[in-house]
Protein backbone atom coordinates (compact mmCIF):
# COMPACT_ATOMS: atom_id res chain seq x y z
CA UNK A 1 0.00 0.00 0.00
CA UNK A 2 1.62 3.51 -1.20
CA UNK A 3 0.89 6.78 1.00
CA UNK A 4 -0.32 8.37 -2.07
CA UNK A 5 -2.41 11.64 -1.13
CA UNK A 6 -4.97 13.92 -2.69
CA UNK A 7 -4.62 17.33 -2.73
CA UNK A 8 -7.92 19.29 -1.92
CA UNK A 9 -8.19 20.64 -4.95
CA UNK A 10 -8.31 17.15 -6.40
CA UNK A 11 -10.93 15.90 -4.05
CA UNK A 12 -12.95 19.12 -4.58
CA UNK A 13 -13.29 19.11 -8.14
CA UNK A 14 -14.29 15.41 -8.32
CA UNK A 15 -16.80 15.80 -5.51
CA UNK A 16 -18.55 18.77 -8.02
CA UNK A 17 -18.21 16.49 -10.96
CA UNK A 18 -20.20 13.93 -9.06
CA UNK A 19 -22.70 16.26 -8.05
CA UNK A 20 -23.26 17.62 -11.55
CA UNK A 21 -23.76 14.15 -13.13
CA UNK A 22 -25.78 13.37 -10.38
CA UNK A 23 -27.70 16.28 -11.03
CA UNK A 24 -27.61 15.20 -15.12
CA UNK A 25 -29.26 11.97 -14.15
CA UNK A 26 -31.61 13.12 -11.87
CA UNK A 27 -32.98 15.85 -14.73
CA UNK A 28 -32.49 13.45 -17.67
CA UNK A 29 -35.57 13.25 -19.86
CA UNK A 30 -37.97 15.46 -17.46
CA UNK A 31 -40.45 17.28 -19.27
CA UNK A 32 -41.27 20.94 -18.20
CA UNK A 33 -44.28 19.89 -16.12
CA UNK A 34 -41.93 17.28 -14.02
CA UNK A 35 -39.06 20.04 -13.79
CA UNK A 36 -41.29 22.52 -12.25
CA UNK A 37 -43.51 20.29 -10.70
CA UNK A 38 -43.79 21.38 -6.66
CA UNK A 39 -44.88 18.74 -4.72
CA UNK A 40 -46.73 21.47 -2.25
CA UNK A 41 -47.29 24.79 -2.75
CA UNK A 42 -44.32 25.84 -0.31
CA UNK A 43 -41.89 23.04 -1.66
CA UNK A 44 -39.02 23.85 -4.33
CA UNK A 45 -39.03 22.39 -7.39
CA UNK A 46 -36.84 20.57 -9.59
CA UNK A 47 -35.58 23.25 -11.79
CA UNK A 48 -35.36 26.17 -9.16
CA UNK A 49 -33.56 23.33 -6.90
CA UNK A 50 -30.89 23.04 -9.96
CA UNK A 51 -30.73 27.05 -10.06
CA UNK A 52 -30.31 27.69 -6.39
CA UNK A 53 -27.80 24.89 -6.15
CA UNK A 54 -25.78 26.65 -9.09
CA UNK A 55 -26.18 29.89 -7.91
CA UNK A 56 -24.62 29.38 -4.77
CA UNK A 57 -21.26 27.27 -6.17
CA UNK A 58 -21.09 30.59 -8.85
CA UNK A 59 -21.16 33.23 -5.68
CA UNK A 60 -18.30 31.00 -3.86
CA UNK A 61 -16.65 30.81 -6.80
CA UNK A 62 -16.52 34.20 -7.63
CA UNK A 63 -15.89 35.28 -3.94
CA UNK A 64 -13.05 33.50 -3.28
CA UNK A 65 -11.51 33.88 -7.08
CA UNK A 66 -12.19 37.28 -6.85
CA UNK A 67 -13.78 36.76 -10.23
CA UNK A 68 -17.16 38.43 -11.24
CA UNK A 69 -20.26 35.42 -10.90
CA UNK A 70 -20.82 33.98 -14.23
CA UNK A 71 -24.77 34.95 -13.41
CA UNK A 72 -23.23 38.58 -13.69
CA UNK A 73 -20.93 38.48 -16.72
CA UNK A 74 -22.15 36.26 -18.85
CA UNK A 75 -25.30 37.94 -18.88
CA UNK A 76 -27.63 35.13 -17.20
CA UNK A 77 -29.14 37.40 -15.03
CA UNK A 78 -30.60 39.43 -18.00
CA UNK A 79 -31.39 36.36 -19.51
CA UNK A 80 -33.65 35.48 -16.79
CA UNK A 81 -34.87 38.65 -15.67
CA UNK A 82 -34.05 38.71 -12.30
CA UNK A 83 -31.75 40.72 -10.28
CA UNK A 84 -27.96 40.16 -10.44
CA UNK A 85 -28.02 39.37 -6.48
CA UNK A 86 -30.40 37.02 -6.46
CA UNK A 87 -29.66 33.18 -5.37
CA UNK A 88 -32.44 31.99 -4.36
CA UNK A 89 -31.95 32.27 -0.78
CA UNK A 90 -34.62 34.01 0.79
CA UNK A 91 -37.26 33.81 -2.31
CA UNK A 92 -40.95 34.11 -1.59
CA UNK A 93 -43.57 30.99 -2.33
CA UNK A 94 -44.65 32.92 -4.89
CA UNK A 95 -40.95 33.54 -6.38
CA UNK A 96 -40.37 30.14 -6.73
CA UNK A 97 -43.79 29.10 -8.16
CA UNK A 98 -42.94 31.56 -10.49
CA UNK A 99 -39.66 30.59 -11.88
CA UNK A 100 -40.23 28.69 -14.87
CA UNK A 101 -37.19 29.87 -17.03
CA UNK A 102 -36.79 27.78 -20.73
CA UNK A 103 -34.91 24.37 -19.95
CA UNK A 104 -32.04 25.69 -22.76
CA UNK A 105 -31.55 28.67 -20.21
CA UNK A 106 -31.85 27.18 -17.41
CA UNK A 107 -29.35 23.92 -17.64
CA UNK A 108 -27.25 26.65 -20.17
CA UNK A 109 -26.57 28.89 -16.83
CA UNK A 110 -26.20 25.50 -14.56
CA UNK A 111 -23.36 24.15 -17.18
CA UNK A 112 -21.68 27.30 -17.17
CA UNK A 113 -21.41 27.58 -13.37
CA UNK A 114 -20.51 23.98 -12.88
CA UNK A 115 -17.92 24.83 -15.34
CA UNK A 116 -16.10 27.97 -13.68
CA UNK A 117 -16.36 26.60 -10.20
CA UNK A 118 -14.71 23.43 -11.57
CA UNK A 119 -12.13 26.00 -12.72
CA UNK A 120 -11.92 27.77 -9.82
CA UNK A 121 -11.38 25.06 -7.46
CA UNK A 122 -9.47 23.33 -9.47
CA UNK A 123 -6.61 26.29 -9.48
CA UNK A 124 -7.09 28.27 -6.06
CA UNK A 125 -3.88 27.99 -4.05
CA UNK A 126 -3.13 26.83 -0.89
CA UNK A 127 -2.40 30.09 0.37
CA UNK A 128 -6.06 30.98 -0.92
CA UNK A 129 -7.56 28.09 0.48
CA UNK A 130 -6.56 29.28 3.93
CA UNK A 131 -7.35 32.57 3.58
CA UNK A 132 -10.09 33.95 5.26
CA UNK A 133 -13.72 34.02 3.52
CA UNK A 134 -15.09 37.82 4.01
CA UNK A 135 -18.45 36.86 5.31
CA UNK A 136 -21.49 39.09 5.89
CA UNK A 137 -22.27 36.88 8.97
CA UNK A 138 -20.99 38.14 12.69
CA UNK A 139 -18.26 36.23 14.29
CA UNK A 140 -14.83 34.85 13.35
CA UNK A 141 -14.51 34.85 9.47
CA UNK A 142 -14.28 30.77 8.17
CA UNK A 143 -11.56 30.17 5.72
CA UNK A 144 -12.03 29.75 2.05
CA UNK A 145 -11.73 26.29 2.28
CA UNK A 146 -14.13 26.23 5.35
CA UNK A 147 -16.78 27.80 3.00
CA UNK A 148 -16.35 25.31 0.10
CA UNK A 149 -17.31 22.60 2.49
CA UNK A 150 -20.14 24.17 2.90
CA UNK A 151 -20.76 24.92 -0.43
CA UNK A 152 -20.33 21.27 -1.14
CA UNK A 153 -22.43 20.10 1.47
CA UNK A 154 -25.51 22.33 0.38
CA UNK A 155 -24.70 20.88 -3.36
CA UNK A 156 -24.76 17.39 -1.93
CA UNK A 157 -28.20 18.29 0.15
CA UNK A 158 -30.06 19.85 -3.15
CA UNK A 159 -29.45 17.11 -5.65
CA UNK A 160 -30.78 14.72 -3.53
CA UNK A 161 -33.45 16.27 -2.88
CA UNK A 162 -33.57 16.72 -6.54
CA UNK A 163 -32.81 13.01 -6.93
CA UNK A 164 -35.77 12.48 -4.43
CA UNK A 165 -38.60 14.44 -6.12
CA UNK A 166 -37.20 12.97 -9.32
CA UNK A 167 -38.49 9.36 -8.02
CA UNK A 168 -41.34 11.04 -6.61
CA UNK A 169 -42.72 12.11 -10.02
CA UNK A 170 -41.62 9.55 -12.02
CA UNK A 171 -41.05 6.66 -9.47
CA UNK A 172 -38.84 3.82 -9.06
CA UNK A 173 -35.94 3.31 -11.65
CA UNK A 174 -34.44 6.41 -12.89
CA UNK A 175 -30.87 5.91 -12.14
CA UNK A 176 -28.75 2.50 -12.98
CA UNK A 177 -27.09 0.90 -10.38
Do not use: C
Not at 26 to 53: F, K, M, R, V
Not at 70 to 81: I, M, T
Not at 132 to 156: I, K, R
Amino acid sequence: MTDERVDLNTFAVALLKAGYRTLGQATDGLNDEQLYHQPTPDANSIGWLAWHLSRWMDRYGAIVSGDPHVWESGGWAERFGMDAARTGKGDSLEQVAAFHPARELLFGYVDAAHQAAVEIVGQISAERFLAPFQSVAEGPSPTAWQVLVGSLMDMGQHTGQIAYLRGMITGYGWRTV
